[in-house]
């Protein structure tokens, strides 16, 4: 299902879900749902928007990580309800963001007639729009509108939130206006600041988005002081965000030092909108159907077409993508043939017996094709990549995080090689496309990286300019092989619940 701590929905029904954001650190799209490449780009935008004000303001990251912190065991249900408040706390300024920032992206006048039907959205969009004050020209609103809501994100209590610690954090600390970014919004408007910023923003007129953002969220801030609600200067953003490293690792020493903390707003190419932690959500899981196969006459009669999709998977994997039966119970790694999907409310799984090679298989099933399909995490596991190291093509569906593995195969000296590609997706409106890996020390796998067309170009262009020439652009990649990815992708997309870079989280 899709997140919906921050949910995006078309018409205003929560039944017509485009996208959610989980408010800790990925976001999902509803392949679905999305009717054409417009409002893909919109919905895409959206939630990655979410991502980038929650993980790059003071009061999004003390939320944010007290959700990772309670699902890592610290305080579990206290910062648990944490998290929840300040959720509900920031609703409005999170939307506001998050809506008129992508339409900074798509365009106003079309963001416009997109959300035409839906009123709350288009409501968020105009209370965007409208920060800047009159006689700002519309490219500069998002920007304007960005530093504002920015510094509602930024109470200067956060830091006495931090100070506090984790373990004591609670919801009795949340409860004070001057802390709740929506009160700090409503406040802002109340204040009746438009003209006066209006004026400010015109006098900058040519000057940098920098400097433009700076100038306005200082004056957000002194607007604010005004009226009670004090806010972290811009000067003392980097401040806050160190001692919230601190504080996490006081009591979590591991996530403390992966925290990457910005605090500012990122270009849309660096990691600010993060687009690895994008998944795309195909439909809820369905049910699998587990037969143990004892013959090879008996595989082929109920396994047998074209070709044969054989999967070497773990099977905490296999449970997030199907609702496993709890009989015949599944070893930790399973081998089995599957089918099913598509027009089939079920997903059919036949166990294959212990210990079978892709080439065993294939010489056991004879003359039909049998395509090998795991995944980055199943590959992981020693037994996994005993069973598949000598076999070609073994197809590996990333379910681990894209750019750092494409980094760490650099640091190895590894040469890798990318091709993008769009896909014919099954789901009409939202265009899907795919990213191909391929790393010389193991030349029989090919790394499939499925995501949303926003989302995939970005990464690749991430690469890109991170990695230059070590990376090989190479379009002939899948010239010898596009069929037998294009039988399996057609098997993933019948079956699949979700596509995404978190393991089995």
Same mark, same amino acid.
């Given at each position: 299902?899709i997140?919906?701590?921050f949910?995006?929905?078309?018409?205003?029904?929560a039944?017509?879900?485009?996208?959610?954001?989980?408010?800790?650190?990925?976001?999902s799209i509803?392949?679905?749902?999305?009717r054409?490449?417009?409002?893909?780009l919109?919905?895409?935008?959206h939630?990655?928007?979410?991502?980038?004000?929650?993980?790059?303001?003071?009061?999004?990251?003390?939320?944010?990580?007290?959700?990772?912190?309670?699902?890592?065991?610290?305080?579990r249900?206290r910062?648990?309800?944490?998290?929840?408040?300040?959720?509900?706390?920031?609703?409005?300024?999170?939307?506001?963001?998050?809506?008129?920032?992508?339409a900074?992206?798509?365009?106003?006048?079309?963001?416009?007639?997109?959300l035409?039907?839906n009123?709350?959205?288009?409501g968020?969009?105009e209370?965007?729009?409208?920060?800047?004050g009159?006689?700002?020209?519309?490219?500069?609103?998002a920007?304007?509108?960005?530093?504002?809501?920015?510094?509602?994100?930024?109470p200067?209590?956060?830091?006495?939130?931090?100070?506090?610690?984790?373990r004591?954090?609670?919801?009795?600390?949340?409860?004070?206006?001057d802390?709740?970014?929506?009160?700090? $919004?409503d406040?802002?408007r109340?204040?009746r @600041?438009? &003209?006066? !910023?209006?004026?400010? /923003?015109?006098d #900058?007129?040519?000057?940098?988005e920098?400097?433009l953002m700076?100038?306005?969220?200082?004056?957000?801030?002194?607007v604010?002081?005004?009226?009670?609600?004090?806010?972290?200067a811009?000067?003392?953003?980097?401040?806050?965000?160190?001692?919230?490293r601190a504080a996490?690792?006081?009591?979590?020493?591991?996530?403390?030092?992966?925290?990457?903390?910005?605090?500012?707003?990122?270009p849309?190419?660096?990691d600010?909108?993060?687009?690895?932690r994008?998944?795309v959500?195909?439909?809820?899981?369905?049910p699998?159907?587990?037969?143990?196969?004892?013959?090879?006459e008996?595989?082929?009669?109920s396994?047998g077409?074209s070709?044969v999709?054989?999967v070497w998977?773990?099977?905490?994997v $296999?449970?997030?993508q199907?609702?496993?039966? @709890?009989? &015949?119970? !599944?070893?930790?790694? /399973?081998?089995? #043939?599957?089918?099913g999907g598509?027009?089939?409310?079920?997903?059919?799984?036949?166990?294959?017996p212990d210990?079978?090679?892709p080439?065993?298989v294939?010489t056991w099933l004879?003359?039909?094709?049998?395509?090998?399909?795991t995944?980055?995490?199943?590959?992981?596991?020693?037994?996994?990549?005993?069973?598949?190291?000598?076999?070609?093509?073994?197809l590996?569906?990333?379910d681990?995080?894209?750019a750092?593995?494409?980094?760490?195969?650099l640091?190895?000296?590894?040469?890798?090689r990318?091709?993008?590609?769009?896909?014919?997706s099954?789901f009409?409106?939202?265009?899907?496309?795919?990213?191909?890996?391929?790393?010389?020390r193991?030349?029989?796998?090919?790394?499939l990286?499925v995501?949303?067309?926003?989302?995939?170009?970005?990464?690749?262009?991430r !690469?890109?300019?991170?990695?230059?020439?070590?990376?090989v652009?190479?379009?002939?990649?899948?010239s010898?092989?596009?069929s037998?990815?294009?039988?399996?992708?057609?098997?993933?997309?019948?079956?699949?619940?979700?596509?995404?870079?978190?393991?089995?989280?």
């Amino acid at each position: 299902m899709i997140p919906q701590t921050f949910a995006c929905s078309r018409d205003g029904l929560a039944a017509v879900l485009l996208g959610g954001y989980d408010g800790a650190g990925s976001w999902s799209i509803a392949a679905p749902q999305i009717r054409g490449d417009d409002e893909q780009l919109l919905v895409e935008t959206h939630e990655g928007l979410h991502h980038e004000l929650q993980s790059s303001t003071g009061y999004g990251l003390v939320a944010a990580l007290s959700a990772r912190l309670s699902g890592r065991g610290v305080s579990r249900y206290r910062l648990r309800e944490v998290f929840h408040e300040m959720v509900v706390r920031s609703r409005q300024v999170h939307e506001v963001f998050a809506t008129t920032l992508a339409a900074g992206v798509v365009g106003v006048d079309l963001t416009r007639r997109l959300l035409s039907d839906n009123t709350d959205y288009t409501g968020h969009l105009e209370t965007g729009l409208r920060l800047a004050g009159p006689g700002v020209p519309e490219p500069q609103r998002a920007t304007v509108a960005a530093a504002v809501l920015r510094c509602c994100m930024a109470p200067a209590g956060v830091s006495t939130l931090i100070s506090s610690g984790f373990r004591r954090l609670s919801r009795e600390h949340l409860a004070a206006d001057d802390l709740t970014p929506d009160v700090r $919004l409503d406040r802002f408007r109340a204040a009746r @600041a438009g &003209p006066e !910023l209006g004026r400010m /923003v015109r006098d #900058l007129a040519g000057a940098p988005e920098g400097e433009l953002m700076r100038a306005t969220y200082e004056h957000a801030r002194h607007v604010l002081d005004r009226v009670g609600l004090p806010s972290v200067a811009w000067a003392d953003q980097a401040e806050v965000a160190e001692a919230l490293r601190a504080a996490v690792g006081a009591v979590d020493t591991d996530l403390a030092a992966r925290l990457n903390i910005v605090t500012g707003r990122r270009p849309l190419l660096d990691d600010g909108l993060e687009y690895d932690r994008q998944k795309v959500v195909l439909r809820d899981r369905l049910p699998a159907e587990v037969s143990i196969l004892t013959d090879a006459e008996q595989a082929s009669r109920s396994f047998g077409g074209s070709f044969v999709c054989a999967v070497w998977m773990r099977q905490d994997v $296999l449970a997030k993508q199907f609702r496993l039966p @709890a009989t &015949p119970p !599944l070893p930790d790694l /399973v081998a089995a #043939l599957i089918d099913g999907g598509g027009t089939e409310p079920v997903v059919r799984l036949g166990l294959l017996p212990d210990g079978m090679t892709p080439g065993e298989v294939q010489t056991w099933l004879g003359p039909v094709p049998v395509v090998a399909l795991t995944t980055h995490l199943t590959l992981a596991v020693p037994e996994a990549d005993a069973l598949l190291r000598r076999s070609s093509p073994v197809l590996v569906l990333m379910d681990l995080p894209v750019a750092w593995h494409v980094a760490d195969w650099l640091r190895q000296g590894a040469t890798v090689r990318l091709a993008p590609t769009p896909l014919d997706s099954p789901f009409g409106g939202v265009e899907l496309w795919l990213a191909v890996f391929a790393i010389d020390r193991r030349p029989g796998l090919r790394f499939l990286a499925v995501g949303g067309k926003v989302g995939v170009s970005v990464l690749v262009e991430r !690469l890109r300019q991170r990695h230059g020439e070590r990376l090989v652009i190479d379009g002939a990649l899948l010239s010898t092989e596009a069929s037998v990815v294009n039988a399996v992708l057609t098997r993933v997309f019948d079956t699949w619940h979700v596509f995404d870079q978190d393991a089995v989280e």
